[in-house]
């Protein structure tokens, strides 16, 4: 079992940047990703990393903007947000899989968080 808590969404004006935490309790060696849900727009992926951050994949629409990163000795996932623009107003969730290789569809992850909201001024 997996408890996952996010942490450091809010409000942040156009070009400003963020960073999301999402500490992790239970038995951490999992693949970790980050989905986020705009009003009315179905959950999308946004990021993931594996265990040993030797592979990360980020979606094109932040891409150059948006890093994954995990410090495992703190059972904590990271997702710096820069550059930030109004379309990246959503709830953004952490996410777990059981497995080796990083998934990005959100059928692949086993446990979720409670989500945090971001939200982005023009």
């Known amino acids: 079992q997996v408890q996952l808590v996010e942490s450091g969404g809010g409000l942040v004006q156009a070009g400003g940047s963020l960073r999301l935490s999402c500490a992790a309790s239970?038995?951490?060696?999992?693949?970790m990703g980050w989905f986020r849900q705009a009003p009315g727009k179905e959950r999308e992926f946004v990021a993931a990393?594996?265990?040993?951050?030797?592979?990360?994949y980020v979606a094109d629409s932040v891409k150059g903007r948006f890093t994954i990163s995990r410090d495992n000795a703190k059972n904590t996932v990271y997702l710096q947000m820069n550059s930030l623009k109004p379309e990246d107003t959503a709830i953004y969730y952490c996410?777990?899989?059981?497995?080796?290789?990083?998934?990005?569809?959100?059928?692949?992850?086993?446990?979720w968080g409670q989500g945090t909201q971001v939200t982005v001024s023009s």
């Open positions: 990393i594996n265990w040993s951050s030797s592979n990360t």
């Open positions: 996410a777990a899989a059981n497995t080796p290789v990083v998934v990005t569809h959100s059928r692949q992850y086993d446990y």
């Open positions: 239970g038995r951490t060696s999992y693949v």
